[in-house]
Nanobody, 124 residues
Framework: QVQLVESGGGLVQAGGSLRLSCATS????????MGWFRQAPGKEREFVAALSWSGSSTYYADSVKGRFTISRDNAKNTVYLQMNSLKPEDTAIYYC?????????????????WGQGTQVTVSS
């Protein structure tokens, strides 16, 4: 069973930064690739960023490219999302997800496990 626990959300002013963390259980990285999605009020959950299974490739939504960076620390079994130059439209609940090796990076339905989410609020 894969367990994911997000942390690091909060309230920040536009232009500020936050770093989200997703702590994973055991040997998650050996079988699963990781990604971040977000869901704003009244909207569907949307793709934000993801890593390939090996961790050597990164993928980003156009809306966050150049501002957000996804990474992982194998020793700590943790995935990070560094968010810079935050905008009010980045306000959402951010979810960490795990998808099986070889599955689609961008498809929400491919992610078999999800964390509980962490709230990010960006004020103007």
């Amino acid at each position: 069973q894969v367990q994911l626990v997000e942390s690091g959300g909060g309230l920040v002013q536009a232009g500020g930064s936050l770093r989200l963390s997703c702590a994973t259980s055991g040997r998650t990285f050996s079988s699963y690739a990781m990604g971040w999605f977000r869901q704003a009020p009244g909207k569907e959950r949307e793709f934000v960023a993801a890593l390939s299974w090996s961790g050597s490739s990164t993928y980003y939504a156009d809306s966050v490219k150049g501002r957000f960076t996804i990474s992982r620390d194998n020793a700590k079994n943790t995935v990070y999302l560094q968010m810079n130059s935050l905008k009010p439209e980045d306000t959402a609940i951010y979810y960490c997800g795990a998808r099986p090796r070889g599955s689609s990076v961008y498809a929400r339905y491919e992610y078999a496990y999800w964390g509980q989410g962490t709230q990010v609020t960006v004020s103007s």
